[in-house]
């Protein structure tokens, strides 16, 4: 693979010029608000419906879907890649390891805005960040959940 023109704030841009209903999820969520976590990667869970509008927006900075839309939503997710690396949940429900199930409209319902540079970049809230970290039981997802819950009684 050849190196893409990736720019993280004109891709958080053009994704909110289309208008695409799509969360910023994972570590790269935590950056936003300042946490001091490290990531490589970006995460975010779609709406089942803008898939197309996502990958068009991505062709434009050269990173390209794995699967084409109706692979993915069969799936669940893909991965959007050239020289970055993108996860993109697009369920419209995750169980939680617990076995509670999270809904992307939930979570789009009570979603927040963190401006990077002059664009808003929507992410869960600070309970649904914290649920989102429950879909799977690694180490450092316990080590980000203890983070937001510090967080979030600091903006109580």
């Not at 805005?113 to 002059?118: C, E, G, Q, S």
Request: with cysteine; glycine share 4%.
């Amino acid at each position: 693979m050849r190196a893409a023109p990736f720019d993280e704030v004109e891709f958080f841009r053009a994704i909110h010029q289309i208008g695409a209903r799509v969360l910023l999820i994972g570590r790269r969520a935590l950056v936003l608000l300042g946490l001091p976590v490290l990531t490589a990667d970006y995460d975010f869970w779609l709406a089942i419906g803008d898939i197309e509008r996502l990958n068009e927006v991505a062709a434009q900075f050269d990173v390209h879907p794995c699967h084409t839309p109706d692979e993915a939503r069969r799936r669940g997710r893909y991965v959007l890649e050239n020289d970055e690396h993108i996860d993109v949940l697009i369920a419209r429900a995750v169980p939680t390891i617990e076995g509670r199930t999270v809904e992307f409209e939930d979570l789009w319902t009570r979603r927040r805005a963190v401006r990077v540079a002059d664009v808003d970049v929507w992410i869960p809230s600070l309970d649904d960040l914290i649920l989102t970290k429950q879909f799977g039981a690694r180490p450092k997802d316990l080590e980000d959940i203890r983070l937001l819950r510090i967080l979030k009684a600091d903006e109580s």
